[in-house]
């Protein structure tokens, strides 16, 4: 999710998708991702790469590097980086912690550990993250992350980042209408018991001992 030269010039990149389109089906359906990542996301990396313009020398830095010190964002131009690099920077994790659907998914290596210990039990954190998604007003993210000291399930409101937090991603899931709606429509609580098959484990896993 780093920048990266395109035509000549540094700028962001919106990653492809890690699998094919209908690699999560039928949990998540292939038209969905289709518009998912190349018009919502595309359309963040676009926005992203037009407010860094009054602002270039961010592009020496990676989206993380700014989404965790919005500080030495111009004000001006601040909250469309918070809003369009949260929506880039957000969109490629999402990718990437999700893969072709397992029957009996459950975490792995240290992070399976990590929850239990943290959590009590992988299916009491199952019932906590799944209640804070569905918790979700409006538009916004459900995550696992780790907060310095131990693990926390939280929520960010639209394109908002736990980066800015202070904190570590481990795990999202996208609750703005635009992942789910084309197969779920309001049905937000079917969505979200449908992510837990495609969950990618073994990526979060790296995600948390890198971080912790």
Known sequence: ?????????????????????????????????????????????????????????????????????????????????RNHGGGHYHHGFFWEIMRAPRDNNRPEGELAQAIDSTFGSFEKFKEDFSK??????????????????KLIIEKTPNQDSPLSLGHRPIMTLDIWEHAYYLKYQNRRVEF???FWPIINWAKANDNYTKNK
């Open 192 to 194: 979200v018991e449908a």
């Open 1 to 81: 999710m780093n920048n990266k030269i395109s035509n000549g010039l540094k700028q962001f990149i919106t990653p492809d998708l890690p699998y094919a389109y209908d690699a999560l089906e039928p949990y998540i359906d292939e038209t969905t991702m289709h518009i998912h990542h190349d018009k919502h996301h595309a359309t963040y990396t676009t926005n992203l790469n037009k407010a860094i313009e009054a602002q270039p020398d961010l592009l020496e830095k990676n989206i993380e590097e700014i989404l965790s010190d919005l500080s030495q964002v111009k004000e001006e131009i601040r909250p469309a980086v």
């Open 132 to 149: 804070m998604a569905v918790s979700v007003f409006g538009s916004g993210w459900c995550w696992l992350s780790w907060d310095g000291q």
